[in-house]
């Protein structure tokens, strides 16, 4: 009796010497997953099981349970660390552990892009799958207060950027630094503004500053157009810029300006009413801020596209008929 107890602990004792040394070449041995790259998104509340049977669904394991044995063994049980992870490269089980202990995780952008009106900014934000839409339930007021903003309006007060963030960061907090970063270029840009401009704050300089985005084709033109516009508020005359228009008609506008439009009062047709708009119409750039903020020194006030994205820019109105008829009719 003695030596089968004898026998069958030694033949346990063999067996799992080959599972403990079949387990750890599998610890070594590349997986193999195409094609490359792979990613992973390890979500939260995702543990050593869960994420077992997530590799084996996506193909990069072919046995969730040895991988799972392998991590409890190794005690990874508590060291998985959230995030989208690249797999650009084949890796072993004991790599693919430690990218994840580590958190070598994906970063993700995301790209607001000047020019582009409020709208267009939440339609991005929505489409980013790794990124957290916490404001999707908020109007303009309560995102602005969530975002420690004082404005109601959020058009033209985020900076056009590229905005890294890890996966599942809430778009609030992306919305946070927008905010943040182009309340910082306005300021610094309003306190070396140029002497004589017709603005009664920082805020106005912003509105003119997303007319002067969205009516430039050739960036060094931006000054010069910038310059028309404070020509025209001196004189009292109307802006009638047509993107004020558009950004009025919003959702109506199907890219067909027609003139019943341009005769169609509203806050923003400033065909209609003298003075900027009573909010931004986009997002500004930079340049386009200190465009505002920084004008040529001309004597225009009229101008009109070329048709090679330049314009033809007038000080009197039959020299600006002229062009009219030239590049336009």
Sequence with gaps: MKIWIKRTLLLAGLLGLMAAGWLAWYATQPLHYEPLPRTINVEPGTHLRSLSTLLEREGIIGNARVFWLLGRLLGK??????GVYTLDKPMTP??????I???EVTTATVKFIEGKNWREVRAVLAAQPLLKNDSAGMNDAELM???GADEAHPEGLLFPDTYFYAPHTSDLEVLRRAYRLQHEKLMAAWESRAPGLPYQ???EALIMASIVEKETGVA???PQIAGVFINRLKRGMRLQTD???IYGLGERFDGNLRKVD????SPYNTYTRAGLPPTPIAMPSEAAIQAALNPANTDALYFVASGNGTHVFSSNLDAHNRAVNRYQR
């Design 243 to 245: 993107p004020t228009v």
């Design 101 to 103: 202990q580590r958190g």
């Design 201 to 203: 704050s920082p805020y």
């Design 145 to 147: 207060q969530a975002i």
């Design 94 to 99: 004991l790599e693919l552990y430690a990218k």
């Design 220 to 222: 060094s033109e931006r």
């Design 262 to 265: 341009l005769q169609t009062d």
């Design 77 to 82: 049980a508590g060291t998985l660390k959230v």
